[in-house]
């Protein structure tokens, strides 16, 4: 057993080291086709564990994966909690441990909370260059929390829109944010309002309805559902589940983990694109 203790990676180095998401995108890119590449991919990534604190109303993850390409053993333990009472507490927490491959021995402790906002942003980014219509020119935004955050501002990067509207079903929160991002943003009232003419739609809440109708959108935009990550959560309803073409990361996490696959009944095509939040 090693002698020499972990080095500890606390959530301000992670942003200095990594101030943009966009610069995630080529090792992320490489990471996907790998994981989408099943065993000849060399990645060993079982579905997540999630422990329920129901006294908490909160989950605890539990991610483990292997990258032969990498040669890279690490977990990820994520906790996350809806603060009804505390808007400002963030619902995602994160730890990633970084093992040596070769012996198991614990080399580095890192704060996953920066990681996990960033690395899921990128994901949708690229999951958006891909997908998007050519013309794309309106970003919605569901959602305030750090993930809209995070998603603002790869989006905004990357991406040439004119217009970028925003809402949550705590308005404080949406102006809260708008208004730190520095960017023209608008707030609007109700996610009709911001969801209506929309090119990409991002939702990014922990909604157990849906708040995302198919009525709303128009023909051809591009929906990145991260939300609704347990079997009873839904973010999307059945008509825009029923009458979208779905790309998902993993079949088999899709199936046993996100409410909008599972309540609306839809099928699923091959696994394609990213890895597991």
């Not at 959530?11 to 966009?22: F, G, I, K, N």
């Not at 129901?54 to 333990?77: E, I, N």
């Not at 829109?161 to 991002?181: K, P």
């Not at 839904?234 to 979208?244: A, F, P, Y």
């Given at each position: 057993?090693?002698?020499?203790?972990?080095?500890?990676?606390?959530?301000?180095?992670?942003?200095?080291?990594?101030?943009?998401?966009?610069?995630?995108?080529?090792?992320?890119?490489?990471?996907?086709?790998?994981?989408?590449?099943?065993?000849?991919?060399?990645?060993?990534?079982?579905?997540?564990?999630?422990?329920?604190?129901?006294?908490?109303?909160?989950?605890?993850?539990?991610?483990?994966?292997?990258?032969?390409?990498?040669?890279?053993?690490?977990?990820?333990?994520?906790?996350?909690?809806?603060?009804?009472?505390?808007?400002?507490?963030?619902?995602?927490?994160?730890?990633?441990?970084?093992?040596?491959?070769?012996?198991?021995?614990?080399?580095?402790?890192?704060?996953?909370?920066v990681i996990t906002a960033k690395?899921?942003?990128a994901v949708s980014a690229i999951?958006?260059?891909?997908?998007?219509?050519?013309?794309?020119?309106?970003?919605?935004?569901?959602?305030?929390?750090?993930?809209?955050?995070?998603?603002?501002?790869?989006?905004?990067?990357?991406?040439?829109?004119?217009?970028?509207?925003?809402?949550?079903?705590?308005?404080?929160?949406?102006?809260?944010?708008?208004?730190?991002?520095?960017?023209?943003?608008?707030?609007?009232?109700?996610?009709?309002?911001?969801?209506?003419?929309?090119?990409?739609?991002?939702?990014?809440?922990?909604?157990?309805?849906?708040?995302?109708?198919?009525?709303?959108?128009?023909?051809?935009?591009?929906?990145?559902?991260?939300?609704?990550?347990?079997?009873?959560?839904?973010?999307?309803?059945?008509?825009?589940?029923?009458?979208?073409?779905?790309?998902?990361?993993?079949?088999?996490?899709?199936?046993?983990?996100?409410?909008?696959?599972?309540?609306?009944?839809?099928?699923?095509?091959?696994?394609?694109?990213?890895s597991s939040v």
């Open positions: 057993m090693s002698s020499v203790p972990p080095v500890f990676i606390s959530s301000a180095e992670v942003e200095r080291l990594l101030p943009r998401a966009s610069l995630l995108l080529p090792g992320l890119e490489a990471a996907l086709c790998n994981f989408s590449a099943g065993a000849a991919g060399g990645v060993e990534q079982p579905l997540r564990a999630v422990v329920p604190v129901r006294p908490h109303g909160g989950f605890l993850g539990v991610m483990p994966a292997y990258s032969a390409a990498d040669d890279a053993l690490t977990t990820k333990l994520v906790t996350f909690y809806e603060h009804r009472g505390d808007s400002a507490a963030p619902s995602h927490r994160a730890t990633v441990l970084l093992f040596d491959p070769r012996c198991g021995s614990l080399r580095a402790v890192l704060d996953g909370t690395r899921t942003a999951a958006t260059k891909l997908l998007m219509p050519r013309s794309a020119e309106v970003l919605c935004i569901l959602g305030a929390g750090v993930q809209a955050r995070s998603h603002y501002e790869i989006f905004t990067e990357l991406f040439p829109f004119t217009e970028v509207r925003l809402w949550s079903r705590t308005e404080q929160n949406a102006l809260r944010l708008a208004s730190s991002v520095g960017g023209a943003v608008r707030v609007c009232g109700t996610a009709r309002e911001a969801v209506v003419g929309a090119d990409v739609i991002v939702t990014v809440t922990m909604a157990t309805t849906p708040i995302l109708f198919g009525e709303w959108v128009k023909p051809g935009a591009h929906v990145n559902a991260v939300g609704a990550s347990r079997p009873d959560w839904r973010e999307l309803d059945d008509v825009l589940m029923k009458s979208s073409v779905l790309v998902v990361d993993s079949r088999e996490a899709a199936l046993a983990e996100s409410g909008d696959v599972i309540l609306s009944g839809v099928s699923l095509g091959a696994p394609v694109l990213r």
